[in-house]
């Protein structure tokens, strides 16, 4: 089976149909998303979060996201595989191509995603020139976690014309979708209407083209904060404690194995 591509991905905005996005961490969440059938599966490096365990995504290195993204690439078929740079290492353009190229070539993955404004359009567009998809990420950047706090983005006028100007600069550069985190809804709403480029919201309302989450969010494995815009669809946490806890009552009390 074909992988989705940008194409695909265009022509789902073009058709007015909404774009899923879910983050995935290895082949077992490759595997289990593709077969649900999400549009694209985001390599996310909130992985440093929901895996690793780490306060924040800046300690994740290139070799965290290119082990990660090779798994989720060969657990899945058919979505489109989207893999985040992290923190650092797309300062210069130099950078930017050098890394975006391992991502692409050591892992399988077909696109890659950087966090930043206008600043980094012109490292967008030096990746693109090299032939790999970018899809950029303002409002809430993680990245910059000890700059923005974690704050709703775009509140006050001078931010809202900064983040339109951020769009628009991002989508020049060659950016094929771009993600709006944490945003004023309004704003959000205007960005995509402004926009060509599909717009993916996380936390930033109904009026985006596609829709963003961390999958330990909705599934209710992570024990720590959860975002209060997350739709929790299941509690796995408590049904792994659960399963783990009668497993190790059956060994202890030898109910298991019977022989
Ligand atoms: O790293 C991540 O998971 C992300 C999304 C939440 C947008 O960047």
């Given at each position: 089976m074909?992988?989705?591509?940008?194409?695909?991905?265009?022509k789902?905005?073009?058709d007015g149909?909404?774009i899923?996005?879910?983050?995935?961490?290895d082949?077992?969440?490759?595997?289990?998303?593709d077969?649900?059938g999400?549009?694209i599966?985001?390599?996310?490096?909130?992985?440093?979060?929901t895996?690793?365990g780490y306060?924040?995504t800046?300690?994740v290195?290139m070799e965290?996201?290119?082990r990660?993204?090779?798994a989720v690439?060969r657990?899945?078929?058919?979505a489109?595989i989207?893999i985040?740079m992290?923190f650092m290492?797309y300062?210069?353009?130099e950078d930017?191509?050098?890394?975006?190229?391992?991502l692409?070539?050591?892992?399988?993955?077909?696109?890659?995603?950087?966090?930043?404004?206008?600043?980094?359009?012109?490292?967008v567009?030096?990746?693109?020139?090299?032939g790999?998809p970018?899809?950029a990420?303002?409002g809430l950047?993680p990245?910059?976690v000890?700059?923005?706090?974690?704050?709703?983005?775009?509140?006050?006028?001078i931010?809202?014309i900064?983040?339109k100007?951020?769009?628009?600069?991002?989508?020049?550069?060659?950016?094929f979708?771009?993600v709006l985190?944490k945003?004023?809804?309004?704003?959000?709403?205007?960005i995509?209407?402004m926009?060509?480029i599909?717009t993916i919201?996380?936390?930033?309302g109904?009026?985006c083209?596609g829709?963003?989450l961390?999958?330990h969010d909705?599934?209710?494995?992570?024990d720590?904060f959860v975002?209060?815009?997350v739709?929790?669809?299941a509690?796995l946490?408590g049904?792994?404690i659960?399963?783990?806890?009668?497993?190790?009552?059956?060994?202890?009390?030898?109910v298991?194995?019977?022989?």
């Amino acid at each position: 089976m074909k992988r989705n591509t940008i194409r695909t991905i265009k022509k789902l905005k073009e058709d007015g149909e909404k774009i899923t996005v879910l983050t995935g961490y290895d082949y077992m969440w490759g595997n289990c998303l593709d077969n649900a059938g999400v549009d694209i599966i985001l390599v996310g490096d909130s992985l440093g979060n929901t895996v690793l365990g780490y306060d924040t995504t800046c300690p994740v290195t290139m070799e965290d996201m290119i082990r990660h993204s090779a798994a989720v690439v060969r657990g899945s078929e058919k979505a489109l595989i989207l893999i985040d740079m992290p923190f650092m290492s797309y300062v210069t353009s130099e950078d930017a191509v050098k890394n975006a190229g391992r991502l692409i070539a050591e892992t399988g993955g077909q696109a890659v995603k950087l966090e930043g404004g206008l600043e980094f359009a012109p490292m967008v567009r030096k990746i693109v020139e090299n032939g790999i998809p970018v899809c950029a990420h303002i409002g809430l950047r993680p990245q910059s976690v000890n700059i923005q706090g974690y704050n709703t983005q775009g509140i006050d006028y001078i931010d809202k014309i900064k983040l339109k100007e951020d769009a628009l600069a991002l989508q020049d550069a060659g950016a094929f979708m771009i993600v709006l985190e944490k945003m004023d809804f309004d704003l959000a709403a205007e960005i995509t209407d402004m926009l060509d480029i599909p717009t993916i919201g996380i936390g930033s309302g109904q009026r985006c083209d596609g829709q963003v989450l961390v999958i330990h969010d909705i599934l209710g494995l992570f024990d720590k904060f959860v975002p209060p815009f997350v739709k929790q669809y299941a509690n796995l946490r408590g049904e792994i404690i659960k399963a783990a806890k009668a497993y190790i009552d059956d060994v202890k009390g030898n109910v298991y194995p019977e022989k």
